[in-house]
């Protein structure tokens, strides 16, 4: 069968053009198709939307050529520290803190905006010989054949690959027209995502204050006077906060953000995303995988639904770049196979991990509360288990595809 391309790539969003670019770099024919025209999410203003890019994905982000391009736009992320607390009463007393110090890789990891990290890869997607980005193009169908799958676009094009990879988010209809179905459910939390100015430098901290009706994260920025606020709220009291002026935003906030940065005030547009846990029941089917959130939508509340993304990336082009050069087909079931068994354990123990501890501190019971506080103040007393998380929060355990150990494909 004569094809147009070795591999289509359904969704441009952070994960689509980062497989696109591991594999056409190591020589594989690849389209991206992508329902959004390009410049607009590169080209919108800052709205507060950022990443904490773990260490295992800041080396594939560098591998792939990306990482060069966000000179001067990363924070890098020295401690973190995450506390009980609720409003106006500030952190509870046991608190728990990483330390990159404590770690030989360096910081835990970076900061970096929605914005700037898309505008990178639309940079390194321009120059990469191999990949052809088609914006502002919908993927309608998908038909597998023997030796092939044929895709149909909205314009009407149909292109020919051996392989579809399923980069379309949470409501993958790469995942539907395979027939694979998703489970999950909401938490009844909507996270108000925003960016706030303040008086002192964070100094690369990054915070996470547990309230009873959901975690607040205070993510630092470039610059050292502005962070990404994450705040998770139940859907009523987010809906009511989201419709107060921004005085009244503000003065909500306040009292959870405390005073440990001086005064404050908002730096962005503020947004709203409801939360919700999504697990496709698998993550291939014939000639098709699926990668990053059509895979698996999770909590934010560790800031690691992308990191897990990059993870698939990194093992999805390694399977696929093995099996190239093998000379077997790289749209075959089995290849796409081996692929799943490495992926698919870890990204669902971390969703229902990020489920557990979302159920377990998102309340006001005082039993758990009592428990809590007292297992942070124990984990943060015991330096080995703590060089686990952290180890574990850079993204450094478990079995690591080539490109997150900083190693090239
Ligand atoms: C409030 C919030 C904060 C977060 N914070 C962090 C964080 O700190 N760290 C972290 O690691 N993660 C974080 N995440 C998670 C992270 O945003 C996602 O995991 C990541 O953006 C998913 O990327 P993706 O490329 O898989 O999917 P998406 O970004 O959803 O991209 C999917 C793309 O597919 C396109 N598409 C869909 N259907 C079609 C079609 N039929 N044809 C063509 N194109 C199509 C869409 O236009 C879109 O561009 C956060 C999420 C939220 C909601």
Not at 57 to 66: F, N, P
Not at 149 to 175: E, F, H, K, N, W
Not at 210 to 237: K, R
Not at 345 to 350: C, G, R, Y
Request: charged share 20%; aromatic share 6%.
């Amino acid at each position: 069968m004569e094809r147009d391309a070795d591999i289509l790539i359904v969704g441009g969003g952070l994960n689509g053009p980062a497989l696109g670019l591991a594999l056409a770099q190591a020589g594989l024919r690849v389209v991206v198709a992508d329902a959004r025209p390009a410049p607009a999410r590169a080209e919108a203003g800052f709205d507060g939307r950022a990443y904490a890019l773990a260490i295992a994905s800041q080396r594939l982000l560098a591998g792939i050529g990306v990482w060069p391009r966000l000179a001067g736009q990363v924070q890098p992320i020295l401690q973190i520290k995450a506390s009980d607390g609720r409003p106006g009463q500030g952190p509870a007393p046991f608190f728990l803190t990483f330390d990159a110090a404590e770690i030989e890789e360096g910081p835990m990891g970076f900061m970096a905006e929605d914005r700037h990290l898309y505008a990178a890869f639309l940079a390194a997607m321009a120059d990469a010989p191999g990949l052809t980005l088609l914006s502002g193009e919908v993927v309608t169908a998908q038909e597998v054949e023997a030796a092939g799958i044929t895709a149909t676009l909205a314009s009407g094009r149909r292109l020919r690959v051996a392989v579809v990879l399923g980069c379309d988010g949470r409501g993958s209809g790469t995942a539907t027209r395979a027939g694979i179905r998703r489970q999950g459910w909401g938490y009844g939390q909507t996270a108000l995502v925003t960016a706030v100015q303040h008086a002192r430098d964070h100094q690369g901290i990054a915070q996470q204050f547990f309230m009873p009706s959901g975690p607040l994260a205070i993510l630092p920025l470039p610059g050292g006077h502005h962070s990404s606020i994450v705040w998770s709220e139940t859907d009523a009291a987010a809906a009511a906060i989201q419709s107060l002026d921004d005085a009244g935003y503000l003065a909500a906030l306040r009292p959870r953000f405390g005073e440990f940065l001086g005064e404050i005030s908002l730096a962005g547009a503020r947004f709203t995303y409801p939360l919700s846990l999504s697990l496709a029941e698998r993550f291939v089917a014939p000639r098709v995988a699926l990668v990053g959130d059509a895979a698996h939508g999770v909590h934010p509340i560790a800031g690691q639904g992308l990191n897990l993304g990059l993870r698939d990336v990194g093992a999805l082009a390694q399977v696929l770049v093995e099996a190239a050069r093998r000379g077997e087909d790289i749209g075959a079931l089995d290849v796409l196979e081996r692929y799943e068994r490495w992926r698919r354990f870890d990204s669902t123990a971390l969703a229902l991990g990020m489920d557990t501890v979302n159920r377990l501190f998102s309340n006001d019971n005082p039993l758990l509360r009592a428990g809590r506080d007292l297992g942070l103040g124990l984990v943060n007393a015991l330096p080995g288990l703590r060089r686990g998380f952290i180890r574990q929060a850079a993204g450094l355990t478990g079995e690591l595809p080539r490109l997150l150990a900083g190693r090239p494909l």
